[in-house]
């Protein structure tokens, strides 16, 4: 299953990825797209797909973001095993069978692959140069291709239907972390997520800072509603770039008085950045990412940051989101 919206340039691409899948014996393939009523030619495109190809079905989703199209789509899903699809990620033809693979073999809840970056173009390369250095998102193990064991949350996931029966669907009150919030929901009444180097899968980045910075504020503003639902973050390393924020803007409002502190952050984090570009640069293997890399760091941070302490705001004064923040970005 996978949610979208005015995906156009991107639509058949995801078909021919998805409809590719190489099943196991005795398995059946069906996919199943939830469209938020695009308005630039996606439906229409996918209507034309699902006339070629009756594995393909298009569901209708006017909620419009992602929780309620994954909803929509569990709703229709006649599977015993219930699969999640993105449209800008490209899957291995043996995606599928792997996650089976992995149910069987570990016994668990969910499983999913390590989520890998590529991207286009010099600033797409440095987006996901950064997207998968340690050294700018934290020790994710799902940002390790070779790990192979339990984890916190995974990219996408893979679930036996019995999985929903027992710890329910997406949480629609969220725009952004709806998958972060499920896994944390299935974790804290002791469920099992499982990471396999085996589930391969390519998902492509945004391909400017400004849209970087869009994306990581949106992340960052849903992050305080996933905590005020379970009193806690999915991990501690989600509040860093917002502790971050803060001692930027308590350092900026001290400064006119007592300027070291800022001086001393800056320095910091400037001397921090080139470190983590050259790790990045090198873990990648694309030295011409390295001049980029600095400003894309730097929007994975800030952007998260501020967005989290703008939906911090919002928590607290019982606020409602408003369109921006409600609003999908690509």
Wanted: net charge positive.
């Amino acid at each position: 299953m996978a949610p979208c919206r005015n995906e156009r340039a991107a639509i058949d691409a995801f078909c021919d990825s998805a409809l590719t899948q190489q099943l196991p014996p005795g398995w059946q393939l069906e996919v199943l797209v939830a469209d938020g009523r695009s308005d630039d030619g996606t439906r229409e495109r996918l209507a034309e797909r699902a006339a070629q190809d009756a594995r393909l079905r298009l569901i209708d989703n006017p909620g419009r973001i992602v929780s309620t199209g994954l909803n929509a789509a569990l709703a229709q899903a006649r599977g015993a095993v219930i699969v999640r699809f993105d449209i800008h990620t490209e899957f291995a033809p043996d995606y599928i069978a792997q996650s089976l693979a992995a149910l069987a073999r570990t016994g668990a809840d969910n499983v999913g692959g390590p989520w890998v970056a590529r991207g286009q173009g010099a600033m797409g390369r440095a987006v996901a140069a950064a997207f998968q250095s340690r050294w700018v998102v934290g020790g994710a193990r799902s940002r390790d291709r070779a790990y192979e064991g339990p984890v916190d949350t995974v990219y996408l996931g893979c679930w036996p239907r019995a999985t929903f029966d027992r710890f329910g669907g997406f949480d629609e009150q969220l725009v952004r972390n709806q998958d972060d919030e499920h896994n944390l929901r299935l974790r804290l009444a002791g469920a099992r997520l499982w990471q396999s180097a085996r589930i391969r899968s390519l998902y492509q980045p945004r391909g400017s800072v400004r849209q970087l910075f869009n994306q990581q504020m949106q992340y960052g503003y849903w992050r305080p509603f996933v905590m005020r639902k379970h009193r806690q973050p999915g991990s501690l390393r989600q509040l860093v770039p917002a502790l971050f924020v803060a001692a930027l803007a308590g350092g900026t409002l001290i400064a006119p008085w007592w300027p070291w502190p800022l001086a001393l952050l800056l320095a910091a984090y400037a001397a921090y950045v080139a470190g983590a570009s050259l790790a990045a640069a090198r873990q990648a293997g694309d030295a011409g990412t390295l001049a980029r890399l600095p400003g894309v760091i730097a929007a994975y941070h800030l952007g998260y940051g501020v967005g989290t302490w703008r939906g911090l705001l919002d928590v607290l004064l019982r606020r409602n989101a408003g369109q921006r923040w409600s609003r999908l970005t690509r």
